[in-house]
């Protein structure tokens, strides 16, 4: 897709995007740690239905954000063929991959001073970070350069909508984003939250719906209400429920409009703080602040 062969896209992979999207796309990525927390000292390989069925069976993922090792040597990698980056990192108040790049640029900095590196705290998650680099590779592929696409991302960012639910709130709870009794209470009476990313990168909770099927359906609502393109790109991301984002998917082309709707898998580092059965929804919107 690339044709403004001056720079390169650099994002991680909390943008949730498949080796597929990226080759397509021309984009490199920088991996997160995930690992299991009764054996910290070896990475976890697993994805999809196998990493998922550990978390049910009981198991607890971690994360943790890239090291400055492995940013230092995937930019110098770059910057050594005499080109720039454009790094779109993981939301700030979610992980340090931003401020860890940052570190990174400042002492390549000195070793290759006719580079540029720029740096933007996306503000989003899965493949809603994903989202705002699929449509930053369009506009580089139409030949915007580093600083008019640097713009462009810090603009649109606070543009990618983001809505989901979640099956189990306990995993919400392990993190810190519902109480104890609010998740008990949630999962003996159905209730299911509908969340969104703020202006601010942090996660949320608007809504509690009752069921399951109802709380995703309401996510195609939001996108009925909000979306300003119904040409422009949708991503639906699935922690192993395919069946769920079908569902969604048909509702968005049925009910809503929808034109361009792309189903992708939730990967381990955002799905180990989400759950199994976790459903998100992202899309271009006016703006976030309604719902900040």
Known sequence: MASNESYVIVTDSAADLSEQQLTHMDVASIPLNVFMKDDPAIPCELRGEAFY??????????????????????????????????????????????????????????????????????????????????????????????????????KTRLHIMHWFTVDDLLFLKRGGRVGTMSALAGSVLGIKPVL????????????????????????????????????????????????TAEMLKESLLHDHGAKHVTIGEIGPVVGAHAGPGTIALFYLGESREGDA
Do not use: W
């Open 53 to 154: 069925q550990e978390l049910r069976n009981g198991r607890v993922a971690c994360t943790s954000a890239a090291n400055l090792s492995s940013f230092r040597d995937t930019f110098t990698k770059i910057l050594s063929r005499g080109q720039d980056i454009l790094y779109l990192g993981f939301s700030s108040p979610l992980s340090c991959m931003c401020a860890t790049a940052r570190i990174a640029a400042e002492e390549l900095a000195e070793e290759f001073p006719e580079r540029s590196i720029r740096i933007v705290d996306t503000l989003c998650a899965s493949l809603g970070e994903g989202l705002l680099v699929y449509h930053c590779a369009e506009q580089r592929a139409r030949g915007m350069s580093l600083d008019e696409l640097y713009a462009y991302a810090v």
């Open 196 to 243: 969104h990313v703020s202006n601010e990168g942090k996660l949320v909770a608007k809504q509690k719906i009752r069921g399951r099927k109802n709380a995703v359906l309401e996510l195609g609502k939001h996108y009925g209400a909000e979306c300003t393109d119904k040409e422009s790109a949708v991503f639906i991301a699935h922690a192993n429920a395919l069946e």
